[in-house]
């Protein structure tokens, strides 16, 4: 099965930009469709945006959706989460999840432990 790792995180201003990385390991990654999700203080978790298989397929949340890009190099086993426009409401711990199910499930199984996303205002 696989191991995903985020990386990436940290403070930037609002308005800037940031990029997340999922290092896989353990398992075919190409077999997995993946996501991000986050959880910001005081709320639940909640998704972010998913890409398929081979890359070719993904959608977004609403209130990331024209801000955030999702991408994939199988051949390096990773996963991206290009964050641009940052905002205030951004923060959160952002985590890598992945399963092996129908690219709209929203069933994961494997998770990371997440990596923190601070913008200031």
């Known amino acids: 099965q696989v191991q995903v790792v985020e990386s990436g995180g940290g403070l930037v201003q609002a308005g800037g930009s940031l990029r997340l990385s999922c290092a896989a390991s353990?398992?075919?990654?190409?077999?997995?469709?993946t996501a991000w999700f986050r959880r910001a203080p005081g709320k639940e978790r909640e998704f972010v945006a998913a890409?398929?298989?081979?890359?070719?397929?993904?959608y977004y949340a609403d209130s990331v959706k024209d801000r955030f890009t999702i991408s994939r190099d199988n051949a390096k086993n990773m996963m991206y989460l290009q964050m641009n426009s940052l905002k205030p409401e951004d923060t959160a711990v952002y985590y890598c999840?992945?399963?092996?199910?129908?690219?709209?499930?929203?069933?994961?199984?494997?998770w990371g432990r997440g990596t923190q996303v601070t913008v200031s205002s």
């Open positions: 890409i398929s298989r081979s890359g070719g397929n993904t």
């Open positions: 353990g398992g075919t990654f190409s077999n997995y469709v």
């Open positions: 999840a992945a399963h092996r199910r129908d690219f709209r499930s929203s069933l994961y199984d494997y």
